[in-house]
Antibody, heavy 117, light 110 residues
Framework: EVQLVESGGGVVRPGGSLRLSCAAS????????MSWVRQVPGKGLEWVSG????????DYADSVKGRFTISRHNAKNSLYLQMNSLTAADTALYYC??????????WGQGTLVTVSS | NFMLTQPHSVSESPGKTVTISCTRS????????VQWYQQRPGSSPTTVIY?????PSGVPDRFSGSIDSSSNSASLTISGLKTEDEADYYC?????????FGGGTTLTVL
């Protein structure tokens, strides 16, 4: 079974940092690009960042460019999101998702990040 | 970058057909594939349509997708509505290294 499990969310103060992880299983991890997508509770989906299969090509939404860094460790079947200079606007449920034939599929269950003083 | 605009909400009765639109603000709708996701309350999104009109295995054929270049929009049509179809639906496309989601449409089946 293809599975993605996020971790690393929590409460952090404005200006702080957090590192999210996503553990993948059930598929050949380094065959696929991966992405992070976030969702403010009760609101819509926002693509955050993407990375290609070998990690050499990364993209970011304008809202996080320069503050967030996506990376992956194929030998560990893991995806990461380093988030710095966090603000209240970054409070959301963060999903990792496999990129398959142009679609995000599947998605993990999400990890909640709350930025609050 | 472009935007994808969806109606905020739609409602229809069980057994009927509903269509949700997704209009692209700039650039051709056909220039990049459109995907549709279903998100039930408390759950992660799942794909119901990919590459404009393809259904993943396990998605019933009551779900169909299409694009219309004249209106620069994509559509998700759900026929034979069931109460289990009640959910939020999001369209999504891609351009210039950026992935874009529509704002989402809440479907109420009443």
């Amino acid at each position: 079974e293809v599975q993605l499990v996020e971790s690393g969310g929590g409460v952090v103060r404005p200006g702080g940092s957090l590192r999210l992880s996503c553990a993948a299983s059930g598929f050949t991890f380094d065959d696929y690009g991966m992405s992070w997508v976030r969702q403010v509770p009760g609101k819509g989906l926002e693509w955050v960042s993407g990375i290609n299969w070998h990690g050499g090509d990364t993209d970011y939404a304008d809202s996080v460019k320069g503050r967030f860094t996506i990376s992956r460790h194929n030998a560990k079947n893991s995806l990461y999101l380093q988030m710095n200079s966090l603000t209240a606007a970054d409070t959301a449920l963060y999903y990792c998702a496999r990129v398959d034939s142009g679609r995000f599929d599947p998605w993990g269950q999400g990890t909640l990040v709350t930025v609050s003083s | 970058n472009f935007m994808l605009t969806q109606p905020h909400s739609v409602s229809e009765s069980p057994g009927k057909t509903v269509t949700i639109s997704c209009t692209r603000s700039s650039g051709g709708i056909a220039s990049n594939y459109v995907q549709w996701y279903q998100q039930r309350p408390g759950s992660s999104p799942t794909t119901v349509i990919y590459e404009d009109n393809q259904r993943p295995s396990g998605v019933p054929d009551r779900f169909s997708g299409s694009i219309d270049s004249s209106s620069n929009s994509a559509s998700l049509t759900i026929s034979g509505l069931k109460t289990e179809d009640e959910a939020d639906y999001y369209c999504q496309s891609y351009d210039s290294s950026s992935w874009v989601f529509g704002g989402g449409t809440t479907l109420t089946v009443l």
